[in-house]
């Protein structure tokens, strides 16, 4: 159901509407009862009349509430928040699906007091040096690794592997005078079988939006094979649902991608090693908007850890396994320094510094576009034409001149680009197949126009 069928929707079980965040114990009060029954969705900033108000400073609103839900409700409930816009005005919608609880409000609860049992684990491994990840895994041996995946990983750095390497690593650890796989062995080479039923939440999801909320989806796709295959799969998948801007420097073109390409993979690496896998029900997020890219992984920053510490390049690791391998793959270099480096990489190729949010047990980062490709796109295509739709350099006249409300045909575009009107008519058909133009009128006398942009 889509957020306009939502808002007219009435109340239930399932779906409640509030005024604002002004009153937060309630809205807690309702996402327990939703996690505890069925599941349901919160939408803020609607009137109990029906009435649209919206939420103003909505980007503040939505770290507030996720403030609020992280520290106000136990266990650690991980609901989607998200920002809409309808008929101009921002809302916050919070899904929560129905979750192994019970749940409760930190202030009445019957551990008042007391953290959540996923927090008090990680808490317990922190004092014993341990990490989630080095975590034996009983009922799976050698066997249930996926060895040609360990073999092809390695050899992209000319290196073998053995048991002994993987012992090192600690891919295989031991337990009861065994070796068993560790929970990071199964997150990076389980065999499907062995992740889907441990860790069936560890992967990435990537998803291409046509605005700037999750209203509406141009593409989107779920890495297959596990989180390290991502490394290489997720650049693929932004490189076709982005643009680029081409310049011209001493008679060479240069292309710019829309987004910093070795910061996105810095920050991507490091969402993977440093995701909080014992939180379920949360995956890796990689949503492109219209205005902006975000990267999200579930876990917020180490206990001790503040945002002003991680910016200075202090470094903890929360899972010791994955961070061996990456570094022994060549993924990750210093530890700590993985933040300078994103920023040296945006300063360095002209883009927009991106930004670091802290939402609950989540952590995101937002990356904005290249001003050269936001100007290029603005001047050159001057309609949302979507961006896994590749048009050609003649396809992107035929929209400029409809844009500036010329009334070009088929026979306009072959005088101009020299070409057959054999190839223009099926240069146009490829546009309009796409929804991007639409010919009004009779065959005779009927003229092609921007089609309506939804």
Known sequence: MN????????????????????????????????????????????????????VPNVLRAEERLASAISDGIRPAMTPEIEIYSHEGKPLLVVRVPHWRGPFYLKAEGAEKGVAGPEIVAELQRSLVGLSYDQTPCPDLSVGDLDMEKIHRAFATVGRKIDKQKLESLGVLVAYAGRRVLSYGGVILFGTDTARQRYFPDARVSCARFRGTDKAEFIDRMDIDGGVLNAVEEVPRFIRRNTRLAAKIETMRRRDIPEYPEVAIREVLVNAIAHADYSLTGMRILVAIYADRMEIQNPGMLPFGMTMEEFKAGVSKIRNRVIARVFRELGLIEEWGSGYKRVMEACRTDGYPEPAWRELGVALRVLFYPHPEVVEHSAARVPVNVPVNVPINERQEWFLEQLAAGRQARAADLAAHWEVSEKTAKRDIAYLKKHGLVEFVGSPKKGFYRLAMQV
């Open 3 to 54: 957020i306009a069928e939502l808002l007219n929707s009435s109340e239930g079980k399932t779906l409640e509407f509030k005024r604002d965040l002004s009153s937060m114990k309630p809205i807690l009060k309702t996402l327990v009862a939703f996690a505890n029954t069925a599941g349901g969705t919160l939408i803020i900033g609607r009137k109990d009349d029906g009435e649209l108000q919206g």
